[in-house]
């Protein structure tokens, strides 16, 4: 039991929204029946199968979607509002089968009444109890904050006071005594780590992807680092925060000046496209994976029984700002396929050719994207080794979300080359819209149909 919750869930506030959750659709199932068809309309054991068949339900879906993983709760509350709508559907999805089936023998619940009664209850939960609560136990975003010196420890005091953030470490002036380093460390009453110097700082954030960056340093003592810091930041495509002086510019774009610092984007800030885009994301997404349903059982039947191994192709990939996730495919080679590096590629089998011309391996995808690692349109997710051999320039195409289509996708995928690619990324980060997305989408539908650039 404790490992099924560990899998589930940590920390006490979110494991509490699980058990509510679940005591919610039981409740639900008993008022939709009583209010339809009176106290004696269904036996006690027909409405425990219908509430624990809702429950499975609930259980497997928000596995799938992380929705009771800590990190989720750094979604947007429209995220966690769509993505409660999505398990309320999956669970009256459930109701409404047993009473397609059911129905001559017996009278379960109202599919239509259930939603209505489970749905408000949920959200209210997660909305106004679980994401106050839970900020309080485990910190959002990771942030690097770059100086040691009496602006660095305000900043890194102030972070920790407001909660929500976790400072990976400090990256010190090259002016900066040892004696800032100590006053720092008393203040923050922490061991926390100093990486690197400035002069290191590509290399830091190579290898540590953060939300943010903070340059906190004196504009008259390290004016010259702090715009070099700022020229890394722009080029490799990171957020960062500068104290409100005045300091070029050349490509991020500067929000609202907020706890006495210029915070700044890669891109240009379009806040309801981009909600839009995510609700976007999210009822394709759902939608989709329950309209492809039967598609999506016939691959896994086949995929099994032609083949040993498992169903599923795991593989870890870079997401937003150089961030791991855990990409999903359909496994289309043999098992020990890593071990067999041929030319005439044998590793591949029947199935997973068939899958691959017509980019079927990449359906289960659309649970990334519901999850929110990643997006129907944007670059596609590198593998964490390629990364590593990015030239500066071509880190900053992670500072968007991955997608499961981009302009590399509809442009001949393997006949276009590595450089080009990155071009296209680049182009499509700096021009982004949603009318853009749409015609990508619409774009990749005959690029499928007819596996054109497809290896």
């Known amino acids: 039991m404790t490992w099924l919750l560990g899998r589930l869930s940590s920390g006490l506030t979110i494991r509490v929204n699980l058990f509510a959750d679940l005591i919610s659709l039981f409740a639900g199932a008993v008022l939709a029946a009583r209010i339809a068809h009176g106290p004696a309309g269904i036996s006690a054991n027909q409405l425990l199968a219908v509430s624990a068949g809702a429950c499975t339900i609930w259980i497997?879906?928000?596995t799938a979607l992380r929705?009771?993983?800590?990190?989720?709760?750094d979604r947007r509350r429209g995220?966690?509002?769509?993505?409660?709508?999505?398990?309320?559907?999956?669970?009256g999805t459930w109701v409404a089968l047993v009473q397609i089936v059911a129905a001559p023998l017996a009278s379960p619940p109202p599919p239509g009444l259930f939603?209505?009664?489970?749905?408000?209850?949920?959200?209210?939960?997660?909305?106004?109890?679980v994401r106050p609560l839970s900020g309080r136990e485990n910190p959002q975003e990771e942030v690097l904050i770059v100086g040691t010196g009496p602006m660095a420890r305000l900043t890194g005091q102030d972070l920790l006071r407001r909660g929500r953030r976790r400072i990976v470490g400090y990256v010190p002036f090259s002016n900066e005594r040892e004696g800032d380093r100590a006053l720092l460390r008393r203040a923050m009453q922490l061991?926390?780590?100093?990486?690197?110097?400035?002069?290191?700082?590509?290399?830091?954030?190579r290898r540590t992807a953060v939300a943010e960056v903070y340059i906190a340093g004196n504009a008259r003592k390290h004016e010259d680092e702090m715009q070099r810091a700022i020229q890394i930041c722009e080029r490799m495509g990171i957020p960062f925060a500068i104290p409100a002086y005045t300091f070029r510019l050349?490509?991020?774009w500067p929000l609202s000046n907020r706890d006495g610092y210029l915070h700044c984007l890669p891109y240009e800030e379009k806040p309801w496209q981009m909600a839009l885009k995510r609700l976007f994301d999210i009822v394709c997404s759902a939608t989709a994976l329950w309209v492809l349903a039967p598609l999506l059982v016939a691959v896994m039947v086949l995929i099994k029984i032609t083949?040993?191994?498992p169903i599923f192709f795991r593989q870890e990939r870079a997401g937003l700002r150089g961030k791991p996730f855990t990409v999903l495919k359909f496994r289309s080679m043999v098992v020990n396929a890593d071990d067999l590096k041929m030319r005439a590629?044998?590793?591949?089998?029947?199935?997973?050719?068939?899958i691959r011309r017509y980019s079927i391996d990449e359906l289960p995808q659309l649970v990334n994207v519901l999850r929110g690692d990643m997006s129907i349109v944007g670059p596609r997710p590198p593998l964490p080794e390629e990364v590593a051999q990015y030239e500066p320039w071509q880190l900053r195409r992670l500072c968007v979300c991955p997608g499961l289509t981009c302009i590399w996708q509809v442009s001949g995928r393997s006949q276009v080359s590595f450089e080009q690619w990155m071009y296209m990324d680049m182009q499509y980060i700096d021009d982004w819209s949603l009318r853009r997305d749409v015609d990508l989408i619409f774009k990749t539908l005959p690029a499928v149909l007819t596996g054109r650039g497809a290896s």
Do not use: K, Q
Not at 79 to 91: C, K, S
Not at 115 to 129: F, S
Not at 346 to 351: F, H, L, Q, S
């Open 79 to 91: 995220d966690d509002l769509a993505m409660v709508t999505v398990l309320v559907m999956a669970a």
């Open 191 to 205: 061991t926390v780590p100093i990486i690197g110097n400035c002069d290191e700082l590509e290399s830091v954030l």
């Open 250 to 252: 050349e490509r991020a």
């Open 307 to 309: 083949s040993r191994g």
């Open 67 to 73: 929705h009771y993983d800590p990190a989720a709760l």
């Open 345 to 354: 590629d044998p590793r591949v089998t029947w199935v997973g050719r068939f």
């Open 60 to 62: 497997l879906v928000s």
């Open 115 to 129: 939603i209505a009664l489970v749905w408000p209850a949920t959200v209210a939960l997660r909305l106004l109890a």
